[in-house]
């Protein structure tokens, strides 16, 4: 089968696609036939060898990626809940960019993609959805409050406008101008980010919470505006002026199960920028690296 590899730590040029023998389910787990792979920032920060790579204790040689969607073709012995046939979501940290991977639905979250949704889009909710989720579970306490978002146009923060407005928030999401028709149609109060943007929330008090998206400029402005610490929440910066983060492996095991939910009935829309076949991963990272994404990049295992 086809797997992306890397044998040292760098940048998009160490990775290669290589020809290995397919794994199999051992008892407890089950194989998926992966249709698709949604990328995540996480991802090269682990293949580049920073932080993200030791705080996991991972060295190469290893695969890449994380969030997968494709079908169950193999269940190992012990495994109950799970058949042959079952069209799944959820992790493969490392070893996601490859035709079939093992998981060991016990240990890492697995759920069921909805009739209709698509394979892309399931994988997309995985890192993205459960982190926007738990940001918006933890800041939006009741209905009315304000969440300022930071970086919302991007694909974790179009996820968390839409989730907040669920729940009754009035939403501010900061963004470069030209996303701000986008940040309108989700629900959400747009302001540009950038110099003076601690003066132009300034001007849309009351702010009750921060959801930093896009680093520590957002924890920042929301201080001087008045939002307190512990109502602050960064991922791109984690620990920014103190603000806590999220619970990445996310272990509430509904939220898979409510995202996909609602994005099957068209209740949340996961944008996707751009689709790749698999021979072009280095292609897709160079993207995704490069910043400013307007939703999610996905490479299709099946095309």
Known sequence: MRRVMHDRFGGP????LREVDEPHAAPGEVRIRVEATALNPVDWKIFSGGPAAASRGLVPPLGVGNDIA??????????????????????????????????????????RIPEGLDAGVA?????????????????????????????????????????????GARVI???SERNHELLRALGAEPVVYGAGLPERLETMLPIDACFDCAGADGIAAALQAGVPIHR????????????????TDLAQTGALDDLARLAAS???????????????????????????ARGKLILDLTR
Not at 13 to 16: D, G, N, R
Request: proline share 1%; charged share 25%.
């Open 13 to 16: 040029e160490v990775l290669e």
């Open 70 to 111: 494709g079908t169950i073709d193999e269940v190992g012995d012990g495994v109950s809940g799970w058949d042959v046939g079952d069209r799944v979501f959820g992790s493969a940290r490392t070893r996601a960019l490859q035709d079939h991977t093992v998981v060991d639905p016990a240990a890492e979250r697995l759920a």
């Open 123 to 167: 994988a997309s909710l995985v890192v993205a959805g459960r982190t926007a989720w738990d940001a918006v579970e933890q800041l939006v306490e009741r209905a009315g409050e304000t969440l300022f978002i930071h970086g919302a146009s991007g694909g974790v923060g179009q996820l968390a406008v839409q989730l907040a407005v669920r729940r």
């Open 173 to 175: 999401g900061s963004s």
């Open 232 to 247: 602050c929440i960064a991922i791109a910066a984690k620990g920014a002026h103190g603000a806590r983060g999220v619970a």
């Open 266 to 292: 068209g209740d949340l829309e996961v944008a996707i920028e751009q689709r790749f076949p698999l021979e072009r991963f280095r292609e897709a990272y160079e993207r995704l690296m490069a910043g400013h």
